[in-house]
């Protein structure tokens, strides 16, 4: 069974960071692409970075674009994202989601099949 273990969130102040991974739990992300989601309270879920696992191409959405940065540790079978330069806005709880995704459809939920529980991410002013 494909599980997806998260860790790293956590209660900071505006301008601090934070580094939020994803490990593959008895099964490998070979072939696959690591996306993180997030979904702030009566929001939809959107989308926030993805990583390609093979080719290792990186795909960010606008809004974290120069402050989150993924990437990957094949060794442990993680991948990792990188919060700098947190703010309010940024509160969410933090998705990881495996899948196929083409690279028009990277940042649409529907292209992941597997996904983690959550990790709360919450930024004070």
Not at 34 to 58: C, D, H, M, T, Y
Request: proline fraction near 2%.
């Amino acid at each position: 069974q494909q599980q997806l273990v998260e860790s790293g969130g956590g209660l900071v102040q505006a301008g601090d960071s934070l580094r939020l991974s994803c490990a593959a739990s008895g099964w490998t992300f070979s072939g696959y692409s690591v996306g993180w989601f997030r979904q702030a309270p009566g929001k939809e879920r959107e989308f926030v970075a993805a990583i390609r696992w093979s080719g290792g191409n990186l795909y960010s959405a606008d809004s974290v674009k120069g402050r989150f940065t993924i990437s990957r540790d094949y060794a442990k079978s993680t991948a990792v994202l990188q919060l700098n330069s947190l703010t309010t806005e940024d509160t969410a709880v933090y998705f990881c989601a495996v899948g196929r995704p083409i690279m028009s459809t990277v940042s649409k939920t529907e292209s992941y099949a597997y996904w983690g529980q959550g990790t709360q991410v919450t930024v004070s002013s």
